[in-house]
């Protein structure tokens, strides 16, 4: 933190939206807490979000998992042809919630990324920036602000602030502006500052993003893009913010990085301008 904020961070406490429970009838919910009981005593190891509960059912669940990225996986499902899994149920249960999904087949795709033929690598690079396009094509409702598919909070584990979940907010300034902790401009800034503050000014149209392209979330077999995981981060954004957050690669899949502007249009000023905010207002 670089100079303090004149105001509070606005909006200060985050909304968790109107995020519904999906198919929580009593024989879902009962069933699932009794499955993770059992599997949980034969595998005490399993201390992920997401629990393997057969050969064909995940459940992930915890007090960060939240109704959004249910809402966010039907969503793309009825929007696009783009493979997510398949939501059984969603639902809260004594303040955790949890997610029942079909599992979907397939290795994560850097899994031997480097042995892969450069043919093999394109076919699914090209698969995927389709998929990314897909999204791209869906319209955003009338009066859509930065905000989860539902119109609620949003969540990004890393971004700076107190709270877990962000949001919503009703423009990309507020958006910003929660980003630089609730900074203003002033010419007591750090030069760099002030110029991050006059580019985030500059406006975008808001697409339906993932927000976490990582080679993690992205499955394959063979040379097919077989699925795309982990929607929890997706949400209504800014155009730039899904090729920025493609770069925040975890450190063992650094090889990511030079696989990005394969699949996604390169925003090169646009990242450089989310490395100052980075530099300045935290990263992970």
Known sequence: MWFSPKKPLSPSVPSLGPSKPFHSTFFYRWSTLLAIKIVEGIRPSSKGSVLMLTDRICVKYGRLVHLSEASAV???????????????????????????????????????WGHRSEESKAKLLSQLAEKVRQLRDIQPPEGCKIASVDGGSLFDCRLPGSVTRFGPFDTIQDFHRHLREGMDFDSRLPPEVQDLIKLQNKSW??????????????LARGDEVVGIVDWETAGWYPSYWEYTTAYQVNPQNSFWVNEIDKFLDPLPEDLAMEQIRQKYYGAF
Not at 205 to 218: A, E, R, W
């Open 74 to 112: 039907r969503f793309v499902a009825e929007h696009t042809s783009i493979p997510v899994p398949k939501v059984k149920c969603a639902f809260t249960h004594s303040g955790r919630t949890y997610l029942v999904m079909e599992r979907i087949k397939g290795d994560m795709i850097g899994y031997l």
């Open 205 to 218: 149209p808001l697409v339906f993003t993932h927000g976490d392209l990582s080679s993690l979330n992205i």
